[in-house]
C-alpha cells in the first residue's frame, strides 16, 4: 500500500496471518464473490473488526440489508476508516481502507439509508465479528 499506516508489516508477515481470500482482499483491493460471506446474514449485536488487525471498525446497530450481496453499514465506527479515490475497472469509486492497517475494506456510495445517505459495502472477508455479551 501507497499510504503509510500505523500498522507497518512485510506482504510476508501478512501472508502467514491471513487466509488467502483475506490477503486477497485486504492487501491487493481484491473482491470477494457476491452473496459468499456468513458476515452477510450476521444480525446478532456486536461490533464488526478489521480481520487484518482487529480495530473496530462498524457497530452492528449500524449495519443493514442493502441487497448487494456484501455486508452493509451506513456508518464506520469514529475514524476507524480512511477512503481514497479509486479508479480501476474503467470507473470512479471511494475505496474504503482500515484506518490502522491500510486493509481494504471495500467501498462507500451515496445511496444508503439514512441518517447519514451512505452504504459502506465491504467484503466480509475484511472483517471478523465480536458478539456483544
Not at 9 to 15: A, G, I, L, P, V
Not at 62 to 83: I, R
Request: net charge neutral; charged share 25%.
Amino acid at each position: 500500500m501507497s499510504t503509510k499506516t500505523p500498522i507497518d508489516k512485510s506482504d510476508t508477515e501478512w501472508r502467514q496471518e491471513l487466509d488467502p481470500l483475506q490477503h486477497h482482499v485486504l492487501r491487493n483491493h481484491g473482491t470477494e464473490r457476491p452473496f459468499t460471506s456468513p458476515l452477510n446474514n450476521e444480525k446478532r449485536t456486536g461490533i464488526f473488526r478489521c480481520a487484518g488487525c482487529g480495530e473496530p471498525l462498524f457497530d452492528s446497530s449500524t449495519k443493514y440489508e442493502s441487497g448487494s450481496g456484501w455486508p452493509s453499514f451506513w456508518a464506520p465506527m469514529g475514524a476507524a476508516v480512511d477512503t481514497s479515490v479509486d479508479q480501476s475497472h474503467g470507473m470512479t469509486r471511494v475505496e474504503v481502507h482500515c484506518a490502522k492497517c491500510g486493509g481494504h475494506l471495500g467501498h462507500v456510495f451515496p445511496d444508503g439509508p439514512q441518517p447519514t445517505g451512505q452504504r459502506y459495502c465491504m467484503n466480509g472477508a475484511a472483517l471478523k465479528f465480536e458478539e456483544k455479551k
